[in-house]
């Protein structure tokens, strides 16, 4: 979307003269030149609609005016005393422009937010859900504003594209806490199997039946404040369940 435009129009003399407008959206200001017939030559016309407007740079002839105004949504972009012969594209500009500067605030916002994400996520020494969950209530946010179409692609796709970045840092210190707590869990489960086969070989030999019941119940009680990951916690539950039911056929034989 262009931040120029360069058309005819006349002074409140209905003097002939060549108008240029170009917003600056970062304040939300529009400055407008206008240059005079005399100066506003053929080869200048084209250079301001060639190359101005392309936001290369032109030299302007001594004679011209410029003019600041406040992007307003009630008041028209050009004061009273200048008329154009194109009204309709200042409207269309007009309205535009309005999205311009609201897309440029709001990429202002949620770049400042995303460094703050940034800044805090390299000082992370583990994964943290919360953080996790902060960025995913951002970036919910920040789609709300593509959705209603509030920002512009550009600005959406930068945004995008540096809080996935954010998210795949988070994503990989995940990966650490999960290969640790795997780790962790698998060394438990060999822990506890252990345990469990030495009831059982007691169990096997016929020691008392009622000693290792309870041996076995305190096995449980231990394993249920151990955080194992579900498929180490099924196989340690199996093997409990299987421990329980080989003592209690060996009663129900007594």
């Known amino acids: 979307m262009r931040r120029k435009l360069v058309l005819w129009g006349t002074n409140e003399k209905d003097e002939k003269m060549l108008v240029a407008l170009e917003l600056l959206e970062n304040e939300n200001v529009v400055n407008i030149f206008t240059f005079p017939e005399k100066i506003a030559t053929e080869d200048f016309y084209k250079k301001m609609s060639e190359n101005w407007k392309n936001d290369q740079e032109v030299e302007f002839p001594d004679g011209f005016q410029k003019i600041e105004r406040k992007l307003s949504v009630s008041d028209s972009l050009l004061p009273d005393e200048i008329r154009v012969e194109r009204p309709d594209l200042i409207t269309r500009a007009q309205a535009e422009w309005h999205f311009v500067v609201l897309s440029s605030k709001l990429y202002g916002l949620y770049k400042s937010e995303i460094e703050d994400f940034k800044d805090k996520i390299e000082n992370l020494s583990e994964y943290d859900n919360k953080i996790w969950e902060e960025l995913k209530n951002f970036w919910s946010k920040v789609q709300n504003q593509v959705n209603d179409r509030n920002l512009f692609r550009e600005h959406a796709a930068s945004l995008r594209e540096r809080t996935n970045g954010l998210f795949d ?35 096997e030999q016929g020691l008392g039946l009622n000693p290792l019941f309870e041996d076995l119940k305190r096995l449980q009680q231990k394993i249920k404040n151990i955080q194992f990951t579900k498929d180490d916690r099924n196989e340690m539950w199996d093997k409990i369940d299987a421990a329980f039911k080989s003592i209690k056929e060996k009663r129900g034989n007594q």
């Open 169 to 203: 840092k988070l994503k990989s210190l995940k990966k650490v806490l999960e290969s640790e707590y795997e780790t962790r869990s698998k060394s438990a489960l060999e822990t506890f199997s252990n345990e469990l086969k030495e009831i059982e070989q007691k169990v």
